[in-house]
């Protein structure tokens, strides 16, 4: 490939990679893993307003990936750009990171899947078209392979993805040892998935995932039943047994904001942000938690992540209520979209909170015995 700026670097060390070549470096850090590649897909489903998700693994995910949608569908003039790196629907310019709120922005992923898989195939239709789909093969560059194939297809998209890592030769070989492991790792961010019901309007969401072993049968892992109530959903995935002990979570509070991101943000107000905590938690009597931290799900304004020290700082608060056990925690935060930067790391389950520090302090302070919101 020629070097780009129409730079000469003829005779130099220093050379542009191939197009192709960085398209699959690039690709392999977007999607790292079979849960990567399910959210993914996924979190397009919900972008796209859809009410009803299934999520089909076919041998743990070895042989295919298939998320069927209801969503608003693609329509005919947008196929030819929905896998091209940095196409995206959803965001025009930096300054619209601050605002956006849809789980995807930078369209990374449908490319980075036509890369890292044997194939991509994308079937779906719009109201117009609807009850008459299309099909769309995609080549591994992200470009169209065929678009003449049709089938009856309701509004909605169908992505199916085989063969995934197959590209990468070491990545498809720890794929293929760890399936089943890496499978419950999937299946459990889907769980975040299904507990808040993380659309922005809050329609609920009916999410069912299924696995079908090599020569086996479809077996559901996991169904939720579109209910918008976050109880309804825990029932769902874990019985009515597993709200026995849980109290609601319902904070709110200020958070001093630190006067650098003031200045940056030119805020001339107060300085402090809203914060709102919203979900579940374990009662903070003695033998009401869980023995491990395995079901503490966060969100930020419903967008699924790991704030790690935020998660660390629930747990010593309970701890000096229930010394030796851990509380089954669902909590999204919600606060204003520029208190906190989305776009970290390339599975977005990072995310800076501004004056994090400020935050967590309040969060102690909140729910310390002596000014507790939260109820015993
Ligand atoms: P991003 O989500 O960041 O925009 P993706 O690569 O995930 O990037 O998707 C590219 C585009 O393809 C999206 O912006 C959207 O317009 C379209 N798209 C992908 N999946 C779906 C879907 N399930 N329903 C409707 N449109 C979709
Ligand atoms: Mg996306």
């Known amino acids: 490939m020629a070097p780009g700026n129409g730079i000469q670097t003829s005779g130099s060390n220093i050379k542009a990679i191939e197009?192709?070549?960085?398209?699959?470096?690039?690709?392999?850090?977007v999607v790292i893993d079979l849960q990567t590649a399910v959210k993914e897909l996924v979190e397009?489903?919900?972008?796209?307003?859809?009410?009803?998700?299934?999520?089909?693994?076919?041998?743990?995910?070895?042989?295919?990936?298939?998320?069927?949608?209801?969503?608003?569908?693609?329509?005919?003039?947008?196929?030819?750009?929905?896998a091209l790196k940095h196409h995206?629907?959803?965001?025009?310019?930096?300054?619209?990171?601050?605002?956006?709120?849809?789980?995807?922005?930078?369209?990374?992923?449908?490319?980075?899947?036509?890369?890292?898989?044997?194939?991509?195939?994308?079937?779906?239709?719009?109201?117009?078209?609807?009850?008459?789909?299309?099909?769309?093969?995609?080549?591994?560059?992200?470009?169209?392979?065929?678009?003449?194939?049709?089938?009856?297809?309701?509004?909605?998209?169908?992505?199916?993805?085989?063969?995934?890592?197959?590209p990468l030769a070491v990545r498809r070989k720890e794929f293929e040892r760890n399936a089943k492991r890496e499978f419950g790792k999937a299946l459990n961010l889907l769980s975040a998935y299904a507990l808040v019901?993380?659309?922005?309007?809050?329609?609920?969401?009916?999410?069912?995932?299924s696995n079908q072993p090599n020569g086996g049968r479809k077996t559901v892992q996991l169904k939720t039943d579109g209910s918008t109530s976050i109880n309804a959903s825990v029932t769902a995935l874990w019985g009515p047994k597993s709200l026995e002990n849980v109290v609601d979570l319902d904070l709110?509070?200020?958070?001093?904001?630190?006067?650098?991101?003031?200045?940056?943000?030119?805020?001339?107000?107060?300085?402090?942000?809203?914060?709102?905590?919203?979900?579940?938690i374990s009662s903070f009597a003695v033998g009401c938690g869980r023995t491990g931290t395995d079901r503490q799900f966060f969100f930020i304004n419903g967008r699924p992540c790991s704030p790690s020290r935020v998660q660390k700082a629930f747990n010593e608060v309970y701890r000096s209520?229930?010394?030796?056990?851990?509380?089954?925690?669902?909590?999204?935060?919600?606060?204003?979209?520029n208190a906190c930067d989305i776009n970290v790391s390339?599975?977005?389950?990072?995310?800076?909170?501004?004056?994090?520090?400020?935050?967590?302090?309040?969060?102690?302070v909140i729910c310390h015995p002596s000014h507790s919101q939260l109820p015993s």
């Open 19 to 29: 197009g192709s070549s960085v398209h699959q470096i690039t690709s392999g850090q």
């Open 44 to 82: 397009n489903s919900l972008d796209a307003g859809a009410t009803n998700i299934e999520v089909r693994f076919k041998d743990y995910g070895l042989k295919s990936i298939e998320v069927v949608d209801n969503g608003t569908g693609i329509a005919p003039e947008d196929y030819d750009s929905i």
């Open 88 to 166: 995206t629907s959803k965001l025009t310019s930096f300054e619209d990171l601050t605002t956006v709120t849809t789980f995807g922005f930078r369209g990374e992923a449908l490319s980075s899947l036509c890369a890292l898989s044997d194939s991509l195939t994308v079937t779906t239709a719009t109201a117009q078209q609807s009850p008459m789909g299309t099909v769309i093969e995609m080549a591994p560059s992200g470009t169209i392979k065929s678009r003449s194939g049709k089938v009856a297809r309701q509004r909605g998209t169908t992505i199916c993805v085989s063969g995934l890592f197959t």
């Open 197 to 209: 019901p993380c659309t922005h309007e809050n329609k609920g969401v009916r999410l069912q995932v």
């Open 252 to 280: 709110q509070f200020l958070v001093d904001m630190d006067r650098t991101v003031a200045r940056r943000l030119k805020d001339s107000g107060e300085g402090d942000t809203e914060v709102k905590v919203k979900g579940l």
């Open 321 to 337: 209520f229930n010394t030796n056990q851990s509380p089954f925690i669902v909590a999204n935060f919600i606060l204003p979209t």
């Open 346 to 364: 390339p599975d977005k389950r990072t995310i800076f909170l501004h004056s994090e520090n400020n935050l967590i302090q309040a969060l102690k």
